[in-house]
């Protein structure tokens, strides 16, 4: 048992269905160790405690029954707290809602449950999501698993650090400028970015209409895989998402990317901030794909990501502005519940003019253009996931709003592309992450390239100390 906290889900799943260990055993090691260590990490806001027991339990009994066990049977799942859990308190990491006990469930929650998943607790986020730290005024700071002095990254902080932590195996995040792959890189784990409409959305509260995507973050790619399989298929209620059949993620994993073409980005809007070793580190590992038989473009790309920053906040703030903040910032005793950082996005966002949103979306459709002109000529990109490691907390400071952190991220986001953040090597003892880009609903690929990196890394052999 010592080392349960440790493994995939996938042999986790193997060995509750051969009888070796039962999903309540595993279930209860993990509420265990989640309730010893993280006092000092606050990667959770709510535990599901007894609920996930008796989930746990009516796995246990309906394969002792012999009924067909499904893709996740008995294997915990976090989710972040901006998606609907029915029973299970989801504040969305505000202050504001820190009673909202669903009756119903996200479509993530609810897929999870109907494959055998187990879900754990509810993993920290900022307000609604908005900050690159994982704070704010419902809970403590989360903190990042290898320097406590460090964030944990954000948005999806919380469910990065309960991963590295070793909270458990598999995790639901969400990602509208990086929230996924910033708080991977910085924690050392997986985190997928699907393509635009590739996983439905729905019960939840974010950005709705361009840039977030929820998806899988784990310790291993092949858990990853299943539990975007999990997730992938088309949903009736959302008008954005793709209707077509997810493919199957996991039947080509080992096919290797031998023949395709692959480039380097080279990102020269993060040159006066990016850290020459940490570029130095997962350009070395961005290298290793001659070792898989790809072949690596001699020349690196460049984005032309100029507006790019400004038309994504336009976008996406006033999103966001129109889901909830209008709503909350009518009413007095609720706005000054939220943080600073949720309540300067939605006062600006109240004075965006029409004008200055027809440009922002010219600009986005301008830079999906030029991504599918790259994209002719190459099959995937290569690039940071960061330039620098995890930034020291300053808790002082709840407003600042950095461009270069997501940098080499957000532009992903605006062209509705995918990507995935890997762990690649350390720099100061900190994890640093690399970046692999796809076309959309190329998913698979993404997934394909970066088992190849997983099988030469190993990254899954080293754990911080807590």
Known sequence: MSELHWQPAWRLRERIIAGEITAEE????????????????????????????????AVDRALAAGQVPGPLAGVPVTIKDQFFTRGLRTTGGSLTLKDHIPDH????????????????????????????????HLGEECRNPWD??????GSSGGAAAALAAGFGPLAIGSDAGGSIRLPSAQCGTFGLLPSLGRVPRHGGFGSTLFFSAIGPMARDVRDAATLLQVIAAPMRGD????????????????????????????????????????????RAAAERVTDFGAI????????ETDGIDEAWKVLDFV????????????????????????????????????VDYSRALLRRAQFIRHMDELFAETDLILAPSIGITSPVIDPNDLTLRIPALVSYTLPVNVAGYCAASLPCGFVGGLPVGLQIIGRPNEEALVLRASRQFEKALNWAARHPQL
Not at 148 to 153: H, I
């Open 26 to 57: 595993v279930t209860r090691h993990l509420l265990d160790r989640i309730g010893r260590l993280d006092g000092n990490l606050h990667a959770f806001l709510t535990l599901a405690g007894d609920q996930a027991i008796d989930e746990a339990r």
């Open 105 to 136: 469930d996200s479509i993530y929650a609810e897929r999870i449950r109907a494959s055998g998943g187990i879900i754990l607790g509810k993993t920290n986020t900022p307000e609604f999501g908005m900050y690159w730290r994982t704070v704010g």
């Open 148 to 153: 406590s002095r460090r964030t944990s990254g």
């Open 239 to 282: 008008p954005f998402c793709r209707t077509d059949p997810a493919p199957d993620y996991l039947a080509g994993l080992e096919q290797g990317i031998a023949g395709l073409r692959v480039a380097w980005w080279d990102n020269r809007a993060a040159a006066d901030f990016a850290d020459p070793e940490v570029l130095r580190v997962v």
């Open 296 to 303: 690596l473009q001699e020349a690196p790309v460049v984005l």
């Open 319 to 354: 999103d966001r502005q129109a889901n909830l903040g209008e709503a909350l910032m009518q009413d007095a005793e609720r706005a000054a519940e939220l943080t600073p950082y949720a309540r300067t996005r939605f006062e600006w966002a109240a004075g965006v003019s029409g």
